[in-house]
């Protein structure tokens, strides 16, 4: 049974950053052989794509609205998933959620369904 488990949310200030820990375990589960990546939602609004990696396609996908502030990488040694998050606005305020698909999405990266494995969130609030 595969299991994602976040950690590292909290409240920080606009402007500051943040790195999100996404560990994975489960039986012949590496991260580097799925595409990984990141939704998040905010109060009141639906859960939207943040940004994604397939490690062994060397292919990266971001949302506009994280562009140039967030990025996401892999240590493989430690099967783990990594979202860094900096100059955060408190738009960026939502729970996130660390997701997995096997193999190379290709296109169609934003879509909730295309995802299997889910972590259980973790809330990152930034205060104005």
């Known amino acids: 049974q595969v299991q994602l488990v976040e950690s590292g949310g909290g409240l920080v200030q606009a402007g500051g950053s943040l790195r999100l820990s996404c560990a994975a375990s489960g039986r012949a589960f590496s991260v580097s052989r799925q595409t990984m990546g990141w939704f998040r939602q905010a109060p009141g609004k639906e859960r939207e794509f943040v940004i994604s990696?397939?490690?062994?396609?060397?292919?990266?996908n971001f949302a506009d609205s994280v562009k140039g502030r967030f990025t996401i990488s892999i240590d493989n040694a430690k099967n783990t998933v990594y979202l860094q998050m900096n100059s955060l606005k408190p738009e960026d305020t939502a729970v996130y959620y660390c997701?997995?698909?096997?193999?190379?999405?290709?296109?169609?990266?934003?879509?909730?369904?295309?995802?299997?494995?889910w972590g259980q969130g973790t809330q990152v609030t930034v205060s104005s």
């Open positions: 990696i397939s490690w062994s396609a060397g292919s990266t």
């Open positions: 997701v997995g698909a096997p193999g190379y999405i290709d296109g169609d990266y934003v879509t909730q369904s295309i995802y299997p494995y």
